[in-house]
């Protein structure tokens, strides 16, 4: 099993940046892809951004494309989101997930393996 803990949310003003932190525990931690996904209130889970495995190839929503960046350091079994530029609409709970499938395109939420907690990112006006 994989146990996954996000850390570095926060309140931050508009405009603002914070990095997000996903702390994975195992050996295999170069054996998944990783994702990055987010929710507001009253709103389905949404993938934000995902990196493969080896961290070549990595993906944005189109909301966040140009101000996030998702990156991993497999010797560190650990992914980062930094996040600039922010506004008050990227305001969700951040998810960090893996998966051990390999597709083409992006993975299904309902094909992760492993999700951590949660942090909170707020971003005032």
């Known amino acids: 099993q994989v146990q996954l803990v996000e850390s570095g949310g926060g309140l931050v003003q508009a405009g603002g940046s914070l990095r997000l932190s996903c702390a994975a525990s195992?050996?295999?931690?170069?054996?998944?892809?990783m994702g990055w996904f987010r929710q507001a209130p009253g709103k389905e889970r949404e993938l934000v951004a995902g990196?493969?495995?080896?961290?070549?190839?990595?993906y944005y929503a189109d909301s966040v494309k140009g101000r996030f960046f998702i990156s991993r350091d497999n010797a560190k079994n650990t992914v980062y989101l930094q996040m600039n530029s922010l506004k008050p609409e990227d305001t969700a709970v951040y998810y960090c997930?893996?998966?051990?499938?390999?597709?083409?395109?992006?993975?299904?939420?309902?094909?992760?393996?492993?999700w951590g907690q949660g942090t909170q990112v707020t971003v005032s006006s």
């Open positions: 990196i493969s495995r080896s961290g070549l190839r990595t």
């Open positions: 195992g050996r295999t931690f170069s054996s998944y892809a």
């Open positions: 997930a893996a998966t051990s499938r390999v597709v083409a395109g992006t993975v299904p939420l309902n094909l992760y393996d492993y």
